[in-house]
């Protein structure tokens, strides 16, 4: 049985953000150092130590004060978990997006947290601790930046936008192909184009009005659960790289700084359609 306190969105809020906070000050005093790294699916897509303490330090304390809340995380709650999203209350956790940066110890990888209700988001935060850099996002209360209220540039013409995706984990010869036609194709119209390694920081990028539009295709649920909210509440578009609505669950996802942006560039790509779990 829910507890009136499993839908206190503002304890919710109150409660992941002290969470998040301490996650931050692991990543951070980890950065520069050696890292425990084992892969997942190949040399590439990698994972460490920090992410599965990240992860637990979260979802158990999470789990204990919201009993009945679910949970869609990339590392410890199995397979069956990372793929099934349901009306009820979901918290949607990336411990450490990013992980190629922080195994680098490259200053880009974050904490993305994302709190789902009837498949639609409630409240978004991604921190990266290196930088203190902290997005946040409230359904229908705007987006933040430290506490500073964001939007999105506005801009409208692709020849001025500044844009972000990344290459993913995966080296799939078709998903490589279309990746590099699509650089070929957007390269020459925009304004230019920035791979950093962080799915949900791109997407504050975009946010914060720091970049134009992001598109990807291959990252999960956890890579732009909390980024979506955090656009749409800075006043910017989220939606399938087709066009379409964004489904999180589809491994496909654009955001941007307008609509006409958006639709414009949209034009310029080769389509890809990942599997479930190619990447």
């Known amino acids: 049985m829910a507890s009136d306190s499993d839908r206190d969105w503002d304890l919710c809020f109150e409660t992941i953000n002290k969470l998040v906070d301490e ?3 692991i990543i951070a005093s980890r950065n520069s150092g050696a890292k425990t790294i084992s892969e997942k699916t190949d040399d590439i897509d990698l994972l460490t130590e920090t992410d599965q303490q990240v992860e637990k330090l979260l979802t158990e304390n999470l789990h204990a004060k919201f009993p009945s809340h679910k949970f869609i995380g990339e590392e410890a709650f199995g397979e069956g978990n990372k793929s099934q999203l349901t009306d009820d209350p979901t ?6 997006d990013g992980t190629m940066n922080f195994v680098h110890s490259y200053p880009q990888s974050c904490v993305s947290v ?3 209700v009837n498949k639609s988001p409630e409240l978004a ?7 203190n850099q902290k997005f946040t996002a409230r359904r229908g209360q705007g987006a933040y930046y430290n506490g500073q209220k964001i939007h ?3 801009e409208k013409n692709i020849k001025k936008a500044l844009i972000t995706t990344e290459f993913g984990t995966s080296r799939d010869p078709e998903k490589v192909r279309v990746t590099l036609e699509n650089l070929a194709k957007v390269v020459p119209a925009v304004h230019g184009i920035r791979v950093t390694g962080s799915a949900a920081l791109n997407m504050c990028m975009v946010a914060q009005g720091a970049a134009d539009l992001n598109y990807e ?3 999960h649920a956890w890579d732009m659960a909390a980024g979506d909210l955090i656009v749409r509440e800075a006043g910017g578009v989220t939606m399938d790289p087709s066009g379409g609505p964004l489904d999180i669950m589809s491994r496909r996802v654009l955001a941007a700084s307008s609509q006409e942006l ?7 790509l080769t389509q890809f359609y990942p ?4 990447d």
């Open 23 to 25: 996650a931050g000050k």
């Open 91 to 96: 918290w949607i956790i990336d411990p450490v």
């Open 114 to 116: 994302g709190l789902w």
């Open 125 to 131: 935060i991604v921190f990266n601790p290196v930088f």
């Open 152 to 154: 999105v540039s506005g």
């Open 217 to 219: 295709f291959g990252p």
């Open 262 to 268: 958006a639709e414009d560039f949209i034009k310029l």
């Open 275 to 278: 599997q479930p779990r190619d």
